[in-house]
């Protein structure tokens, strides 16, 4: 049996009940044979069984009391999963389907991707299954300090610098800053996302919708398109989503579907983003109601975005949202470029059906690193002290983003699997943290 197989088999036996985690394990591994048999020391070293066991795993009771005064706990979980590089960094996912799976993949993946932005950052992923859906402001500060609580002891600025995700925004990033310094009795850049007035970053908000538009651009620059007069179809309508929607448009797409948990929209005009952020950023609202300000628009709760004909997809809602048949529509109706805003939004058979059909296809840890990199940049601006200008920040994530896609792109081709980014970004995030495990000893 290959070594890639061994370690694979046992991951699966010591991992049961985890599909999601053992999904993007398998993807990572199965792409590293090339580099594996170039570089014998990494097996020598045991970095493939090592580098899918998380440093420490930690799940908590999340106690806290509703409105009518009704107790609930909910479970908190932080996965340190990797440090080599850096210390562990990534999202809190606040969201009923969060389990120990869920955020074992998401820690996974963020290794890879905080690699590929080129930053000192680590991989680790937290959240809880608390659902923040219809809670009143002051249920989720008590949900969030009680989080906190816990959490506040095993995080800090050079150890574990957590941020936002699905459900943990602005305000629950600072309730929970406002927790951490309390408990701790120190200002320090612990959490990222933060208010602008305490020592959050300018563009960290648009941070991973822009970059997922800047490495897509690159990508079809690279094969002579661009975004200009392209349709594009977008799924979610959350941060992600409405940034991506917003500098598509800006380089002068036309976006056409965007969409919630409960329905989609398509509007053949072109979204209008004003309503959208209305609806979705002001009013925590429904999509439904997308049609009192557009009544020509469609909404529909059944089918997805993904029916509608377009140049380009970009998948920025949750994972596995884009299966096998909604690749291969896509591909019917001639897709050019898909760029992944989500984590993991295409199953593994939707991303055969692009490779095969030699769509461009941009993979999460590549497309979507532009928020973690613009959240190492707060921690350098809280490190110095300083606050950096909205283009000074903005500018760095394009560089960041071009390099990004440079990288994949470069990594597919040496290892001859030339535009096949999947592996390429598998390859380039994996080598840089795999080198400086072996540097640092079998830990
Ligand atoms: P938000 O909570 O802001 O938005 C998520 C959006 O997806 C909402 O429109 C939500 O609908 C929709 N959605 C959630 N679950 C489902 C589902 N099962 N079916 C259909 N739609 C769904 O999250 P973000 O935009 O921050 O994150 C989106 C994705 O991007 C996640 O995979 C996240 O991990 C990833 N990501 C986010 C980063 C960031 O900086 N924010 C960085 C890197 C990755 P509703 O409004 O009904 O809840």
Known sequence: MSYISEVTEELKGRNPGQPEFI??????????????????????????????????????????????????????????????????????????????????????????????????????KGGSDFDPKGKSDREIFEFCRSFMTELYRHIGADVDVPAGDIGTGAREIGYMFGTYKKLNNRYEGVLTGKGLQYG???????????????????????????????????????????????????????????????????????????????????????????????????????????????????PCATQNELNKADAETLVKNKVLAVGEGANMPSTPEAQEVFIKNKVLFAPAKAANAGGVATSALEMSQNSQRLNWTFEKVDSKLHDIMKNIYRQMSASAEAYGFKDNFIVGANIAGFKKVADAMVAQGIQ
């Open 23 to 124: 999904q993007a394990a398998t993807e990572v591994l199965e792409s590293l044979g090339t580099v594996l048999a170039e570089h014998p020391e990494y097996q020598k070293n045991a970095i493939l069984e090592r580098i899918v066991e998380p440093d420490r795993q930690l799940m908590f009771r999340v106690p806290w009391i509703d409105d009518k005064g009704v107790p609930h706990v909910n479970r908190g979980f932080r996965i340190q999963f990797n440090n080599a590089i850096g210390p562990y960094k990534g999202g809190l996912r606040l969201h009923p389907s969060v389990n120990l799976s869920i955020i074992k993949f998401l820690g996974f993946e963020q290794i890879f991707k905080n690699s590929l932005t080129g930053l000192p950052i680590g991989g680790g």
């Open 200 to 314: 959050g970053s300018l563009a960290r908000t648009e941070a991973t919708g822009y970059g997922l538009v800047y490495l897509v651009e690159e990508m079809l620059h690279e094969k002579g398109m661009r975004f200009q007069g392209k349709k594009v179809a977008i799924s979610g309508s959350g941060n992600v989503a409405i940034y991506a929607a917003e500098k598509a448009t800006a380089f002068g797409a036309k976006i056409i579907t965007m969409s919630d948990s409960t329905g989609w929209i398509h509007d053949p005009e072109g979204i209008d983003l004003a309503a959208i952020k209305e609806i979705k950023e002001v009013n925590r609202a429904r999509l439904s109601e997308y049609k009192s300000f557009r009544p020509h628009a469609e909404y529909s709760t059944s089918g997805n975005v993904w029916q509608v004909a377009c140049d380009v997809a970009l």
